[in-house]
């Protein structure tokens, strides 16, 4: 795999009336911004520049307030990721197996760092905080599919099998 | 015949989407139609994919299954490890908010009733809401998210309050390393959740629930989801719950990989569409909450446990336990250890039992170096704590916290320095950001690590100051008590950080 970071890309374009019924669906709901933000991104693997005045506007806030949320998560993306997403856990129980040896050497082997995305776009590495798969640690997931007990062979035999 | 295969997040983890597979071919191929049920975890991790046979003597238990296992299991070539109740981790436990998890279809609402569910909601339905919190308060709960405070008075608080709405909030957002019981129950047991939610709604008068949980748990998102809609086809959600003439509903919310939504003010922001910033108290969510309503914000164990409470009535409960820790709890053993999972026991059992006995020492077979009680925010023992009962007192008077009893184990390879520095890493990453000790103290904490790492002995001291001023000086327990892990550490393996044992204490 190519070593080099990912070259930055024009954003994907999305037009308004692609996004107007993820809001409006929501528009009933107590506190329906996160549950909009939600919806969006599984639409477009981010949240698109477009959607934030129209949020605004549906919600009555100001844009800054919008960002201001989007910004606060881990999970909402400004850009879409790789067309997969490995998410490998860096928590006290998968460190106790050794965990962060494994993605070191994962990530050295993919050549990349933490929130990286490979050259040819295929996978992004991130970490996150716990799977609740702790008592068979170390844990990640790739996509939507768990890995329990994770080993580097495993793991890139994983990646490189996933298709696209 | 019957055979159960576990569906939990770790069994798929471990495989049993393959074994599954596997057992559809091999059933076929031996031409017999046998009904294969799908259920929660039995919480014996190490065993997952667990599979359970029940030719009429009970259920008899194999595991960890691969596929190429099966055939030999269905022609009774492999010897099994005897019936799954009799095996010492499973027959130790008392189980009470875990009786019916790994046991039943999850999604069967019949299969639920049958299983002594509906009976706790049936009863406080014929029950004022007083007398619910009397039943409340004889059991002792206290909440099982972290703080431990009692269930019952929290409850009455917003029973008290007068208002137009009321909320039951489920705090599902479990972020703590090693705790996986929230995800369990919704998984294996939803419906006992929602029962709880639903008497929580009874006795407070709210007549809205919501289930605030994490996107890194899809699964038990989608079962809980599922089994709202199920429960609301049978009358157990409505306008009128059980055809008590009182309403209950709820939904499910999901986070967006945010540790610190877990604090119940910060989740409330966050379910209310804001930053999930914390909020200051008072006000009490219980009087001013969602939307500024009253709201009772409860750890989903907390909840998931008032069903047996009323189906057995506070005094069984309140008869297990030690000290001012009533009834059982669901202690998660994890990380570097032979036998995890998880464990639900009386209070009162001793860590170094859970561990080494139960537990069965570590998973690499060298010795314990030191263990992590409580998540991120609690506090490393050594060996030397081991006769520590598990309660909340108990842990307190050692410097420790029992937080939602996850228990992670460390042999000696464990790095204490690097696991300090992770404490105040994870800390500067998951601050809120409203209060200046936490937000600056935990970047300064990874940086002063880092100078007593390259020798600087003088830091130490620096250290220390820093995590008194994080203790004093921090709005929420994320600030407050990331010096638990840190100080704990530097304590008890004082020569990791370039001390003598005499110069730390
Ligand atoms: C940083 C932080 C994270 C927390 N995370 C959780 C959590 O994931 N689940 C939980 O139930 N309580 C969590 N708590 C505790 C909650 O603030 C609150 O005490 C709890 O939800 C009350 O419910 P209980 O009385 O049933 O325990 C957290 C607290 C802090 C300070
Ligand atoms: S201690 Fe940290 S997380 Fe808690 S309120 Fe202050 S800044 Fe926010
Ligand atoms: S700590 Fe890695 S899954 Fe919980």
Known sequence: MNPQPRAPQALPEVGEEEIRPLIDRNLHLEGPLLPMLHDIQAAFGHIPETAVPMLAAALNLGRAEVHGVISFYHDFRKAPAGRHVLKICRAEACQSMGGEAMAERLLAQLGLDWHGTSADGRVTVEPVYCLGLCACAPAVMLDDTLMGRASEARLMAAVEGAEG | ?505
């Open chain 2, 1 to 505: 015949m019957k055979i159960y295969l576990s569906m939990d997040s770790a069994a798929k983890a471990l495989g049993s989407e393959e074994v599954a597979v596997a057992l559809s071919a091999a059933l076929e191929a031996r031409g017999e139609t046998v009904e294969v049920i799908r259920v929660g975890s039995r919480g014996m991790v190490w065993l997952e994919p667990l599979l359970e046979i029940d030719r009429g003597q009970g259920r008899e238990a194999w595991g960890p299954v691969a596929p190429e296992d099966v055939a030999g299991i269905l022609a009774g070539e492999v010897e099994s490890l005897g019936l799954t109740e009799e095996i010492p981790f499973f027959a130790r436990q008392t189980r009470l908010t875990f009786a019916r998890c790994g046991v039943i279809d999850p999604l069967s609402l019949p299969d639920y009733e049958a299983h002594g569910g509906l009976a706790g909601l049936r009863r406080a339905a014929t029950m004022t809401g007083e007398a619910i919190i009397d039943e409340m308060k004889t059991s002792g709960l206290r909440g099982r998210g972290g703080a431990g405070f009692p269930t019952g008075i929290k409850w009455d608080t917003v029973r008290m309050a007068h208002a137009d709405q009321k909320y039951i909030v489920c705090n599902a957002d479990e972020g703590d390393s090693g705790t996986f019981a929230d995800r369990m129950i919704m998984e294996g047991d939803p419906f006992c959740l929602i029962e709880g939610m639903a008497i929580a709604g009874l006795c407070t008068g709210a007549t809205k629930g919501y289930v605030y949980t994490r996107s890194e748990y899809p699964d038990a998102v989608a079962v809980m989801r599922e089994a709202i809609i199920r429960a609301r086809a049978a009358g157990v959600l409505g306008d009128d719950v059980l055809g008590s003439g009182r309403a209950f509903d709820m939904e499910v919310r999901v986070g967006a990989g945010a540790y610190v939504c877990g604090e119940e003010t910060s989740l409330l922001n966050s379910l209310e569409g804001k930053r999930g910033v914390v909020r200051a108290k008072p006000p009490l969510p219980a009087l001013e909450g969602f939307l500024g309503k009253p709201t009772v914000v409860n750890n989903v164990i907390s909840l998931a446990t008032v069903p047996v409470i009323f189906e057995k009535g506070a005094q069984h409960f309140a008869d297990f336990g030690l000290g001012r820790s009533r009834g059982t709890i669901p202690v998660q053993i994890a990380g570097n250890v032979k036998h995890g999972g998880l464990f639900e026991t009386a209070f009162g059992m001793s860590l170094g039992d859970l561990v080494e006995d139960i537990g069965g020492g570590t998973a690499s077979g060298r010795p314990v170096k030191a263990v992590q009680i409580g998540g991120p925010l609690g506090a490393y023992f050594g060996r030397d704590k081991f006769d520590t009962p598990f309660g909340y007192e108990e842990f307190d008077g050692q410097g420790g916290l029992i937080g939602h009893a996850g228990v992670v184990v460390f042999d000696d390879s464990a790095d204490m320095l690097g696991m300090a520095r992770f404490a105040m890493e994870f800390c500067a990453v998951e601050s809120c950001g409203k209060c200046t000790p936490c937000r600056i103290g935990a970047v300064r904490g990874v940086e002063t690590l880092d100078r007593i790492k390259q020798g600087d002995g003088a830091a130490v001291e620096l250290l220390t100051d820093l995590c008194e001023t994080m203790k004093d000086g921090s709005l929420c327990a994320l600030g407050g008590f990331t010096p638990y892990p840190v100080m704990s550490a530097l304590e008890s393996f004082p020569e990791e950080f370039g001390l003598t044992k005499e110069a730390a204490e």
